[in-house]
């Protein structure tokens, strides 16, 4: 199973401010999904990327799919405190079993107001 | 729709006791999976299935068991719980396993064994 690595683990900035969350493996992706996840409830699907070098918004938030599809990001601007929550990646690829989505360690993200 | 419903919400366990965790989709979807979610962890895959049925182990399936007797229904089996398991499970449903395919997930089933 491929792994995903997240970063930062962890991120607090202030109501305005932009960020860069990062997803990144060694191994190449059919396709990375980006999921937001809110305290006590299950992780909701943001943006599914397939295509190399792909770029997707939504409102604030910019998507990047790397052009050798091992990597991807995700770009808010203007932050706020809505936004604040989980951050999880997940990829599909051959080494996945039955081609089973894998899932990033997250990044927690807190916008303070 | 209700989407994916889990049950309980909550649940302490002593070790070697055993339980199932409920979970029902009404979406008319093929596909179902268990994750469980550790704290600062991202999701890993227990089971899943590709219809009613059919089962097979994901990623870390050691300790627990499923079945598949209809559409809607896909049970998760803790036999002999032990601390290990103490975590977030989170049941989700997609209607296929088309390349980027959408998963709806439940709210999750918070179990401590104590």
């Known amino acids: 199973t491929q792994l995903l690595e997240q970063s930062p683990q962890f991120l607090s900035i202030q109501e305005g401010e932009n960020l860069t969350v990062y997803c990144n493996s060694s191994s190449v992706f059919s396709s990375l999904q980006w999921y937001r996840q809110e305290p006590g409830e299950g992780p909701v699907l943001l943006v599914t990327?397939?295509?190399?070098?792909e770029v997707k918004k939504l409102k604030r938030l910019t998507f990047q799919f790397g052009d050798a599809r091992k990597d991807s990001s995700l770009h808010i601007t203007a932050a706020q405190p809505g936004d604040t929550g989980l951050y999880l990646c997940?990829?599909?690829?051959?080494?996945?079993?039955?081609?089973?989505?894998?899932f990033g360690g997250g990044t927690r993200l807190m916008v303070k107001p | 729709n209700a989407g994916v419903t889990q049950t309980p919400k909550f649940r302490i366990l002593k070790i070697g006791q055993s339980m199932t965790l409920q979970c029902a989709q009404d979406m008319n979807h093929n596909y179902m999976y268990w994750y469980r979610q550790d704290p600062g962890m991202g999701l890993k895959l227990i089971y899943y299935?590709?219809?009613?049925?059919?089962?097979d182990k994901g990623e870390v399936p050691n300790g627990y068991n499923v079945s598949r007797s209809t559409t809607e229904d896909f049970p998760l089996r803790l036999e002999l719980a032990a601390p290990s398991q103490t975590s977030v499970y989170f049941c989700?449903?997609?209607?296929?396993?088309?390349?980027?395919?959408?998963?709806?997930f439940g709210s999750g089933t918070q179990l401590s064994v104590l």
């Open positions: 989700a449903s997609s209607y296929s396993r088309r390349v980027g395919e959408k998963l709806f």
């Open positions: 299935s590709v219809g009613a049925g059919i089962t």
């Open positions: 997940a990829a599909e690829g051959p080494d996945n079993a039955g081609n089973m989505l894998t």
């Open positions: 990327v397939v295509t190399g070098g």
